[in-house]
């Protein structure tokens, strides 16, 4: 192998953020996103409309992580893209892009599994941040993902637990719905829950075998629970709006670490990584430090910016599958489900 460095433009476009980096082998030399704050007045991401910005937005986010990285298109060794999970349209948009960009610079195309890149973030070159050793826990948890996953390899992962129904990210938003908080709700309930008391209300964890996950029960249990209070009295929410957050995110908390204690038990695996979405929740990252004294884990928390959905994740997977030579061709397809 030549000590050339090897530069991966690495496009994410699997939901409503149109994003763009580049690597330098695997350290992040630009890493761009542009939110679309179109679906905000909707409660939620219209998948027509998301594809849509992605057309806008493409070509200025590619430009300006170029520009940011000062990296000349000549120089890219590979072009990398998410080929799903996500919403078809939003994926065909950077599949698309990545295609005839590889194509008319004559370089190599790499197709990223979503999943897979939010749980290989943890190799992004960061200061300050360690880098799992194999094998680990990995637990990826976001608006549309609750996962448990045995890595133990950059490309050999067993998914040992998932949710049965509506994933975790779904379950703050939902919750946050519930008590008229606009979208996306789940930062919110974040922001609240910092000076609210955890313990003031309890709600039930829902019992599911094994390592698998449930939240609809607990989001049902929360509606009754605040149509029940806010009949007695009206202003309940507003009274209550610290406690009520801190209660729900104190629940959501205890069942994934529950899941996790029994996983570590299951595999003799004390290595925790996260990734995903949620995981940029201030509460889950402060249990899951404590985990490491209480437990006896080592545990590991990304980069807030390599946690929600963006392009340098896919492109420390493209670095990876590029060393190996896991290339594709303009035959390539996006998926909307695919398989781990």
Not at 14 to 40: F, G, P, Y
Not at 71 to 97: E, N
Not at 231 to 240: C, D, K, Q, S, T
């Amino acid at each position: 192998m030549t000590n050339q460095p090897i530069y991966i433009l690495a496009i994410e476009s699997s939901c409503d953020d149109t994003a763009a980096a580049v690597l330098e082998n695997d350290k992040v030399l630009s890493n761009i996103v542009a939110r679309q704050a179109i679906h905000e007045e909707y409660g939620g991401v219209v998948p027509e409309l998301a594809s849509r910005a992605h057309q806008q937005n493409i070509v200025p986010v590619i430009d300006v992580a170029l520009k940011k990285a000062n990296i000349d298109k000549s120089q890219l060794s590979g072009i990398a893209f998410t080929q799903g999970p996500g919403l078809m349209g939003s994926l065909l948009v950077g599949s698309s892009f990545a295609k005839s960009m590889a194509q008319a610079l004559k370089i190599p195309l790499v197709a990223v599994h979503h999943m897979h890149a939010h749980v290989l973030a943890h190799f992004i070159d960061e200061a300050g941040y360690d880098k799992p050793e194999f094998p680990f826990l990995a637990m990826t948890i976001s608006g549309g993902h609750t996962q448990i996953i045995k890595v133990k390899s950059f490309f050999e992962m067993e998914v040992i637990g998932e949710t049965t129904d509506d994933a975790v990210g779904e379950a703050f938003d939902k919750s946050a719905k519930i008590l008229g908080l606009p979208y996306p709700g789940g930062p919110l309930i974040d922001k609240f829950a910092q000076t609210g008391n955890p313990k003031a209300f309890q709600f039930t964890k829902p019992k599911v075998d094994g390592l698998n996950f449930s939240f609809s029960g607990l989001k049902t249990q929360i509606l009754y629970f605040i149509q029940k209070h806010v009949a007695e009295n009206p202003n309940f929410i507003e009274e209550n709006k610290n406690d009520i957050c801190a209660s729900i995110q104190y629940t959501i908390i205890q069942i994934l670490m529950d899941k996790l204690k029994l996983a570590v038990a299951e595999t003799g695996i004390n290595q925790i990584a996260i990734g995903g979405g949620v995981s940029a929740n201030s509460g889950i990252r402060t249990t899951l430090k404590e985990a490491e004294t209480k437990y006896g884990w080592k545990t590991f928390i990304p980069k807030f910016e390599y946690t929600t959905d963006n392009a340098a994740m896919i492109g420390i997977v493209g670095y990876y599958k590029f060393l190996e030579h896991q290339f594709e061709d303009a035959s390539v397809v996006s998926k909307a489900r695919i398989e781990f």
